[in-house]
């Protein structure tokens, strides 16, 4: 019962590098999701998707990219890493029924130097 | 847009002592009001949600409040426990469209003193 996985854990760039945050859930859930969460600012949403093939920008989506191919996957792509961008990341997913719980996964820690 | 404030930050009770969690929020509009419950090293998880029809909602020591007029909500943890220790988040989103966004507060850290 593998819900929501992310990976990587754990991630040191540096300034000026790309890189993807994987993410993957396994309920055959519509809508996907990518958050931040920074100390005293909460979860901010970053993209979302209601569906393989459409994705939207959330309320802090500068500075990354995401993609839908698949339900199952929604891959967070940094295009090049800024230390303001050094964050803990949280995917998450939910039914396309409106007010279902959103599940979240385990978060990934990035730093950016 | 939605606004979420969430009050206070920390939070630090005796065990068996009651805890108490303040939101309020922008939009009228607003109808669903989930609480999530974030330990160390891990995401959040639902712990409880409210929508606008009802004005409480129980779950053993957990509940929580809402005053639609005063667009405000509240979490209720009683005879809280060390185990209670984390970061609790409250949420609010509407119906439209969608994707039914949620905008988050900015968390409470509670900790219970044994």
């Known amino acids: 019962n593998a819900g929501v996985t992310q990976t990587p854990k754990f991630q040191v760039l540096k300034t000026g590098q790309s890189m993807t945050l994987q993410c993957a859930q396994d309920?055959?859930?519509?809508?996907m999701s990518w958050y931040r969460q920074d100390p005293g600012m909460g979860l901010r949403l970053i993209h979302y998707?209601?569906?393989?093939?459409?994705?939207d920008q959330g309320e802090v989506p500068n500075g990354y990219n995401v993609s839908r191919s698949t339900t199952e996957d929604f891959p967070l792509r940094l295009l090049s890493a800024a230390p303001s961008q050094t964050s803990v990341y949280f995917c998450?997913?939910?039914?396309?029924?409106?007010?279902?719980?959103?599940?979240f996964g385990e978060g990934s820690w990035l730093t950016v130097v | 847009g939605e606004n979420v404030e969430q009050h206070p930050s920390t939070l630090s009770v005796q065990e068996g002592d009651s805890a108490v969690i303040k939101c309020t929020y922008s939009?009228?509009?607003?109808?669903?009001f989930p609480w999530y419950k974030q330990e160390l090293g891990k995401g959040p998880q639902l712990i409880i949600d409210?929508?606008?029809?009802?004005g409480e909602k129980k779950d053993q020591r957990i509940a929580v409040t809402l005053n639609k007029t005063a667009k405000h909500f509240s979490l209720h943890i009683t005879e809280t426990q060390p185990e209670d220790s984390a970061v609790y988040f409250c949420?609010?989103?509407?119906?439209?469209?969608?994707?039914?966004?949620?905008?988050f507060g900015s968390g409470t850290q509670l900790t219970v003193l044994p």
């Open positions: 998450a997913s939910k039914t396309g029924h409106s007010g279902n719980t959103i599940y």
């Open positions: 949420a609010a989103s509407d119906s439209s469209g969608s994707a039914r966004q949620l905008t």
């Open positions: 309920m055959n859930h519509e809508y």
């Open positions: 998707s209601v569906g393989a093939g459409i994705t």
């Open positions: 409210i929508r606008s029809n009802v």
């Open positions: 939009d009228s509009a607003s109808n669903y």
